[in-house]
């Protein structure tokens, strides 16, 4: 059983920036394809990002693109996001997941083994 603890989430204005951070407890960390989701309220579950083992796939949903930045630390068992130029759209609260022995990143929900317990994002205009 992997845990992901899920940290950096907050309260910002329009235009401002957040880095959550999922730190995963496994020693095959690098074996896991990873990746953000969120949540908003009254909506349904939505990938943002992900990255692959060794971070040569990485992608990202359309209306992030250019503003948030998936990256990993495979010494430190972490995935981070890097959101910048948040808009209250943005608001949700997100998610990281875990995909063993994954070789491409999934944007289904389905695919990931793992989910840590989420935090919470607002972004105010």
């Known amino acids: 059983q992997v845990q992901l603890v899920t940290s950096g989430g907050g309260k910002v204005q329009a235009g401002g920036s957040l880095r959550l951070s999922c730190v995963a407890s496994t020693r095959t960390f690098s074996t896991y394809a990873m990746a953000w989701f969120r949540q908003a309220p009254g909506k349904e579950r939505e990938f943002v990002a992900g990255?692959?083992?060794?971070?040569?796939?990485?992608g990202y949903i359309n209306s992030v693109k250019g503003r948030f930045t998936i990256s990993r630390d495979n010494a430190k068992n972490t995935v981070y996001l890097q959101m910048n130029r948040l808009k209250p759209e943005d608001t949700a609260v997100y998610l990281c997941?875990?995909?063993?022995?994954?070789?491409?990143?999934?944007?289904?929900?389905?695919?990931?083994?793992?989910w840590g317990q989420g935090t919470q994002v607002t972004v105010s205009s």
């Open positions: 990255i692959s083992r060794n971070a040569y796939n990485i």
């Open positions: 997941a875990a995909d063993y022995g994954a070789t491409i990143v999934s944007p289904a929900e389905d695919d990931y083994d793992y």
